[in-house]
């Protein structure tokens, strides 16, 4: 397979394993965040500013996002 130019992976990869790396740990924690305010939201039967089926669709978002960000840096520092 042919190696990846230079010029691209910084496209590709951004600013390098350890920023994804932080990024998807704040991304997943975000979606966590998100899926207890969905949860708590349901339990209490209100709406705390969205339904709780919009909380735990941002949630799933979060958290696919978030497995994005860690693949960008597991694939960063495999390359570096």
Do not use: Q
Not at 15 to 28: F, I, P, Q, T
Not at 48 to 75: C, D, K, Q, R, V
């Amino acid at each position: 397979m042919a190696e990846i130019p230079k010029e691209v992976k910084k496209l590709l990869f951004g600013k390098g394993a350890l920023w994804h790396a932080r990024v998807a740990m704040a991304l997943d924690f975000s979606g966590l965040g998100c899926l207890i305010v969905g949860i708590v939201g349901d339990v209490i039967n209100r709406v705390p500013g969205l339904e709780p089926t919009n909380w735990f669709l941002i949630a799933i978002g979060f958290w696919i996002w978030g497995f994005w960000a860690w693949y960008a840096s597991y694939t960063a520092a495999k390359e570096g």
